[in-house]
């Protein structure tokens, strides 16, 4: 059974569950393989860290195998979050490798994407493989890299897509600093499909958005702050995609906040654009009211939107017009966001809080299909990075997470794994808990990572 406590925890690390020469069975769990289109209660038998057998509930034997009870949990494979910051170098005192990709497990990710807004950029091959090395060196969940678009991110001159993509870049993104040059759009476009890889764009025309700190509407006009408008978002939308029409590159619209600019990306994709977006938990589970709850842990870019929007986007991902959705987990240290509304940088952590908060404004209430929702975080996220989805077929590495859809549990200081608090869900009851994680052999569990 899985350990309830820290004398149980102990004692299990000892003896069963990390004996990676024994044989694993999850026994009564609800495997949900998007990659497979499986859904169903089942034992599921893993040998040598690989997916063995899976068979009728409760009726697998247990030789010598470590039984894990799963009846009532989940079973997935491990997940992929597209859009995450991890600060190093340059801010390690918000995030390091290290501390975000424990946080990445914690929430059931086995791989991240990391964005290149680090300082120095990454924008070379050799930086490429300096993070991809920190990754290797923090041994938990895998690190996708993501190199910059230009070079320094300064949008000027196209940097060294290439020899970043044999570096092992996976994408390619100024995120924060969009390109928006239509010249340089379509240059870094071709650049990026030449070698394989897919562009991704942050949406946002800066000249329209410059100094605003929230939405543009009436949470902005009660507390006297410059507003972020639509036309930011969409404009920018409607003028990448113009770009990849034109020269036939893929994009991919992170980060997504208006349905209005879901709907332009599934236009161009039905006219042949090879464009895909999305969205973050927060944008689906929150509007524009919350900043006047939670202050600067609820200001974001693109900026939290109206009750009308926020349902908008739950709408279209329930109807699948939406591919993904990424965390963006973005932490700071508390001091930068005690600057207040106007002075505080934008973003919010997210890594362990994805997966409940996602749920709640998806799924309850039979509104969207298990299988549906985390194809949002495997088959959609893979698909468009262009990697292996992690599957819990047979024969395929046990790369899986055990997820509890019904535990209650709070986040707060002393029990996330990020260096940062930065999040409007802080204190919060959220439901549906990550209790295990496997890559290959047990590397979480119940909170605690094993050696």
């Not at 300096?130 to 000027?156: F, I, N, P, Q, Y």
């Not at 940088?345 to 299909?369: K, N, Q």
């Amino acid at each position: 059974m899985l350990p309830t406590s820290a004398e149980s925890r102990a004692r299990t690390a000892g003896t069963t569950l990390t004996d990676a020469s024994r044989p694993v069975l999850v026994r009564g769990g609800r495997l949900v393989d998007p990659s497979a289109g499986f859904d169903a209660v089942v034992d599921l038998l893993v040998e040598d860290g690989t997916v063995s057998r899976i068979s009728k509930p409760f009726e697998a034997p247990a030789r010598d195998a470590s039984v894990v009870d799963a009846d009532g949990l989940w079973l997935f494979p491990g997940l992929t979050d597209m859009h995450v910051h991890l600060r190093e170098p340059g801010a390690t005192a918000s995030e390091t490798v290290e501390s975000g990709l424990r946080a990445a497990i914690a929430g059931g990710f086995t791989r991240v994407a990391a964005m290149p807004n680090t300082d120095p950029p990454v924008d070379t091959p050799a930086r490429v493989a300096e993070m991809a090395e920190r990754g290797r060196l923090a041994g938990t969940a895998d690190l996708l890299v993501v190199g910059c678009v230009t070079r320094g991110r300064k949008g000027d001159a196209v940097a060294d897509i290439g020899g970043m993509a044999l570096a092992g870049a996976a994408a390619f993104s100024d995120d924060g600093s969009p390109v928006l040059d239509p010249g340089l759009l379509a240059e870094a476009m071709a650049a990026a499909g030449a070698a394989g890889r897919v562009f991704i764009q942050h949406a946002e025309i800066t000249d329209l958005s410059r100094g605003g700190a929230v939405n543009l509407g009436p949470v902005s006009r009660e507390l006297g702050l410059a507003g972020i408008p639509d036309s930011s978002e969409t404009g920018a939308v409607a003028l990448t995609l113009e770009a990849a029409m034109a020269c036939g590159g893929r994009v991919h619209l992170t980060h997504l906040s208006l349905p209005g600019s879901v709907d332009l990306v599934r236009e161009a994709a039905d006219r042949g654009a090879c464009a895909t977006c999305d969205v973050t938990p927060h944008h689906l589970a929150l509007d524009e009211s919350e900043v006047l709850r939670s202050g600067a842990c609820a200001k974001m870019n693109p900026p939290l939107r109206s009750a009308r929007d926020r349902e908008g986007l739950v709408e279209r991902a329930r109807a699948g017009r939406i591919d993904a959705v990424a965390s963006d987990h973005a932490p700071h240290e508390a001091r930068l966001k005690e600057a207040g509304l106007a002075g505080a940088p934008f973003g919010i952590t997210g890594l362990e809080t994805a997966l409940p908060v996602t749920f709640d404004a998806l799924g309850r209430m039979g509104a969207m299909s298990p299988l549906k929702m985390l194809s949002l975080f495997t088959t959609g996220p893979a698909s468009i990075l262009g990697v292996t989805c992690p599957s819990l077929a047979p024969g395929r590495p046990f790369e899986a997470v055990l997820f509890d859809p019904c535990e209650e549990w709070t986040p707060s200081r002393d029990n996330t794994r990020s260096r940062s608090t930065n999040t409007p869900f802080l204190g919060r009851t959220l439901r549906g808990r990550v209790r295990a994680v496997w890559k290959r052999r047990l590397v979480y569990i119940d909170g605690d990572f094993v050696p």
